[in-house]
């Protein structure tokens, strides 16, 4: 994961959608994570996509207001954030591993640099 794109600053409720690139591997057989990091707190999940794209995971904080999504052509993954609340606000990472979507971030091996998302109230 070469790339990341798309954060920046944006009011409560608004929307912002994060691009990944990946480079230097079979994309499609790695499925992708988005992670997030706040001050203080250790790095959660937030979602992931299988290599095919066929299956998406989300943890329970953000079902309903995120949607991840891949464009195999472009190498590229999405994570578009709608209806974004200050909780949201933290360094967003995307991460690959190969095969299936993992939970924790132990279980990745290519990291993105990050890119700061923040949402005010």
């Known amino acids: 994961v070469q790339l990341q794109a798309g954060g920046g600053l944006v009011q409560t409720g608004g929307s912002l959608r994060l691009s990944c690139v990946g480079s230097?591997?079979?994309?499609?057989?790695?499925?992708i994570g988005w992670f997030r990091q706040a001050p203080g707190k250790e790095r959660e999940f937030v979602a992931g996509?299988?290599?095919?794209?066929?299956?998406?995971t989300y943890a329970d904080s953000v079902k309903g207001r995120f949607t991840i999504s891949r464009d195999s052509a472009k190498n590229t993954v999405y994570l578009q954030m709608n209806s974004l609340k200050p909780e949201d606000t933290a360094v967003y990472f995307c991460a690959a591993r190969s095969m299936s979507v993992g939970l924790g971030p132990f279980e990745y091996d290519i990291w993105g640099r990050g890119t700061l998302v923040t949402v005010s109230s």
């Open positions: 996509i299988r290599g095919s794209g066929m299956s998406t």
């Open positions: 230097g591997f079979t994309f499609e057989d790695y499925a």
